[in-house]
């Protein structure tokens, strides 16, 4: 069996299609959407994903405001940065770019931000009401996954589902999100003994771990949806993911590639979030 193709671009632009529409119809009301990042430091990668976060938001109509500040800051300052957005009625969205240095505590700043503009769906609130199935902002990566499951007619009920990693932006919400959709859902990690053993079993596999090619054809089951979280560089430079591409394609029935999968539907789903803030703010200031 050679996999399907599962193209996150062609995905994600439809969707970002869907959202610009929607974004000139708040435009026309007055209430044109705005997302702002803040951005702590110079990490080189987070400075490429902030600007490519930036050139989305504007692509779809919306505003985009960033703020830049030294590594040095202080955490006060930082929440004093996020109370200001937080009261800006132009902002809908607000995201704090991680890693934080050091000395900042992440889980507080998270925290500072207003829940109906955390976009990120960090905020212990959101995260709280995903898991209970209400309504709240969902963590990126995962509520985009979801949408490739579902645009690519993926039956998601009484499969069983494998996350490989369990981080708190991908991992563990995606399993959340599958259980919803009533799938048995088994979560490995770097603990787990005979990880193939799960693998094997799972008819979707996702694997979240940040370990270049960690998972080959041998460890997929004949006929597996295969999603590859993974953003690595091989021995040559090239981006991959956690997923031998090569090997994987030949047994699964469907497959995300690095780049192009995964990737491209974690700002979509940013601007989805964004988009649906500005709605709620937009009726409920009667526009
Ligand atoms: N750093 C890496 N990925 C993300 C993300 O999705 N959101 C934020 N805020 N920081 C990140």
Same mark, same amino acid.
């Given at each position: ?10 995905? #994600? ?5 869907? !959202? ?13 959407? #705005? ?5 702590? #430091? ?6 490429? $994903?902030?600007? @490519? ?19 040095? !800051? ?6 004093? $940065? ?7 009625? /132009? ?15 992440? @889980?507080?700043? !998270? ?21 209970? #199935?209400?309504?709240? $902002? ?30 708190? !932006? ?16 088994? $979560?490995?990690? /770097? ?44 021995? @040559? ?51």
């Amino acid at each position: 069996m050679t996999g399907t193709i599962i193209d996150g671009i062609a995905i #994600g632009k439809e969707i970002r299609e869907e !959202i610009k529409e929607r974004v000139t119809v708040l435009k026309d009301k007055g209430c044109q959407p #705005g997302l702002a990042v803040i951005l702590v #430091g110079d990490n080189q990668a987070s400075r490429t $994903y902030v600007k @490519n976060k930036q050139k989305s938001t504007l692509e779809v109509g919306m505003k985009s405001e960033l703020i830049e500040l030294p590594a040095t !800051i202080t955490e006060e300052e930082l929440l004093g $940065y996020v109370t200001k957005l937080n009261n800006d009625d /132009s902002i809908n969205g607000i995201l704090v770019q991680l890693p934080l240095p050091e000395h900042i505590d992440e @889980n507080l700043v !998270i925290r500072a931000i207003d829940p109906t503009k955390d976009v990120d769906g960090f905020h212990p609130e959101n995260v709280g009401k995903m898991i209970i #199935g209400q309504q709240a $902002y969902l963590s990126c990566t995962p509520y985009g996954i979801i949408k490739l499951l579902e645009r690519t007619g993926t039956e998601i009920s009484g499969k069983h589902a494998v996350i490989v990693g369990r981080s708190n !932006i991908v991992g563990k919400p995606m399993g959340q999100l599958l259980l919803q959709r009533d799938a048995t859902v088994t $979560y490995c990690h /770097s603990k787990t003994k005979d990880l193939a053993s799960f693998t094997k079993q799972a008819d979707i596999l996702i694997v979240a771990i940040g370990k270049t090619k960690f998972i080959t054809g041998d460890d997929i089951k004949e006929g597996a949806v295969v999603i590859d979280v993974g953003m690595n560089r091989d021995e @040559n430079g090239k981006l991959c993911g956690d997923v031998d591409f090569t090997s994987a394609k030949e047994v699964a029935s469907a497959i995300t590639p690095v780049p192009g999968g995964v990737g491209p539907m974690t700002i979509t789903m940013l601007l989805k979030n964004t988009l649906q803030s500005a709605e709620q703010a937009c009726t409920r200031e009667n526009c």
